[in-house]
């Protein structure tokens, strides 16, 4: 069986600064919301517990099994719906006034194409005058960190489901060229007799303001602001992220 879902929802427990940006941002253009990588639904229920619907959207049904028991725990069934799709590819009988990418789901589109298909698919599905949020680490302050393949210890945390003692460490290497992260993630998970280590290998795709003002264009967008974090305040070269957030005009 494979645990990622699980040691996601482990490595993302803390990850809540997120939450009230995008719920201020749905109750800004109303429902319905798209949502675009949902994984276990770590967004989507508080998004549904604020009364909107939500549509999630995810390529692995692992996640999605996992979010379907979140979504059955907090009894919020009637107002989400779970797709397995491929976002480039997505067809929904339906449109949206806010479509959203959270927490670096984009760097996964590794190249221009896929980048594009995933855009143009969001704008398709998006109401006249609706909203696109896309959520990424700012590349400069992604950069300065491991980038030579050096394996880092990230943290040590008890997992409450299985009472074992997970330590999660990561590796790196960055090609410059084509502006791609090979992203390597160990978990070591201790329990009373055995140790057991997972190790998943993920190529992410950073991008550019620039470039990703010129991707949002291409699709049919109107840039309306960059943010450089949750806060709201405005993109530097210091910010840790970048938020775009986006109209669908005409």
């Not at 989507?44 to 725990?73: I, K, S, Y």
């Amino acid at each position: 069986m494979d645990d990622f879902p699980r040691l996601y929802d482990l490595d993302t427990a803390d990850l809540v600064d997120d939450l009230d940006f995008y719920v201020a941002r749905a109750r800004r253009m109303g429902g319905p919301v798209l949502e675009i990588g949902c994984g276990t639904g770590r967004v989507l229920v508080p998004l549904a517990e604020a009364g909107f619907q939500v549509t999630g959207v995810d390529v692995d049904p692992r996640m999605l099994a996992r979010a379907r028991e979140r979504v059955a725990r907090v009894c919020l069934g009637d107002r989400v719906t779970l797709v397995e799709a491929d976002a480039r590819t997505l067809s929904l009988y339906e449109h949206f006034a806010l479509a959203i990418i959270p927490l670096n789901s984009f760097l996964h589109f590794t190249s221009d194409d896929d980048q594009l298909e995933c855009l143009r698919a969001i704008r398709r599905h998006l109401r006249r005058g609706g909203l696109a949020v896309v959520d990424l680490p700012s590349p400069d302050a992604a950069l300065l960190g491991e980038v030579g393949g050096q394996v880092v210890l990230e943290w040590v945390r008890r997992d409450p489901e299985t009472g074992a003692e997970v330590s999660k460490l990561r590796s790196q290497r960055v090609d410059t060229a084509r502006q791609i992260v090979e992203l390597t993630l160990f978990f070591d998970e201790a329990g009373p007799d055995s140790l057991r280590r997972r190790t998943y290998t993920l190529p992410l795709r950073y991008v550019y303001r620039r470039e990703l003002e010129l991707l949002l264009e291409k699709c049919g967008f109107v840039l309306e602001t960059i943010y450089g974090g949750y806060d709201l305040s405005d993109y530097a070269s210091d910010s840790l992220k970048l938020i775009a957030l986006a109209r669908a005009e005409g």
